[in-house]
Every structure is written in C-alpha cells, then in structure tokens.
C-alpha cells in the first residue's frame, strides 16, 4: 500500500551557529522549550548538549527520545505541539512556505484559528 502525507502547517525553525547564541529570532514556542525546567531532557525541551565541552551543541526532546541539533537542522513544531529536528534536505523535499494567511486552522485537532483559541489540552497549551 502507498500513503501520502495529509497537507498541514507546520512551523519550523532553522538553527544556526549565529543563531543558537542569539536567540532574537527565535520563534516563542522555542523559547519556551528552552526555558523548561531542566528534567532529563524531558519531551518537548530544547538543552545544552552535557558532553560537549563547548556548550554549542543542542539535544532536543522528541516523542522518540533525545536528538542533536545540528548547524541547518529545522526544528519543527508538530500539529501536537512536539518538537523534532529535521535535516536541510529532508525538510526542503517535505516542505513548502505556506502563506500566513492562508486560512488554514491553527491547530488541525479542533480546527481553532489561533492559539488562544486552541482547547485541545495540555499539549496544545504548551504550543
């Protein structure tokens, strides 16, 4: 049998070295995973990588465990909130920019058009 991905919206970030001590640019749900309480690179976090010296390198916490970051890694904002690095290649065969007014929902469970308007649960309120 053969799938084809259902079209949602995604957000995504990518992460450079400028970036990752700079984090102007960064979209809020990203500060928001890095500002979590440091708990064993819990699920949705973003944290300084523990054996590299430099303090440079980043893990993230996926539904499927902890993953590096590296330099043009998209992290990605799923339809449920998780968060997952994606690499430049795979990203750019996978995705398109979509514009932000496309009318698309917000949030692809309930079809809320914002945020605020999200009352999918705890995950959805971490978005």
């Known amino acids: 049998m053969k799938f084809r991905k259902k079209p949602i919206t995604i957000e995504a ?3 450079t070295e400028k970036r990752r001590w700079d984090n ?8 928001r995973a890095w500002n979590m309480e440091p708990r064993a690179y819990g699920e949705g ?3 300084i990588d523990a054996d590299d010296p430099d ?9 499927e ?3 590096s970051v590296q330099w043009g890694d998209w992290i990605i904002r799923g339809v449920k909130g998780e968060l997952y690095p994606c690499k430049p ?3 750019q065969a996978t995705y398109e920019p979509v514009d932000e007014d496309d009318g698309a929902p917000w949030c692809h469970q309930c079809g809320a ?3 605020e308007a999200c009352k999918c649960g705890p995950i959805a309120e971490n978005n």
Not at 24 to 31: A, G, Q, S, T, V
Not at 55 to 63: E, M, N
């Open 113 to 115: 058009q914002t945020q």
């Open 13 to 15: 970030f990518q992460m």
């Open 45 to 47: 976090g973003l944290f």
């Open 55 to 63: 303090r440079a390198h980043l893990l993230i916490g996926t539904l």
């Open 65 to 67: 465990g902890v993953h």
């Open 24 to 31: 102007r640019e960064w979209p809020d749900w990203l500060n």
């Open 89 to 91: 290649d795979i990203f």
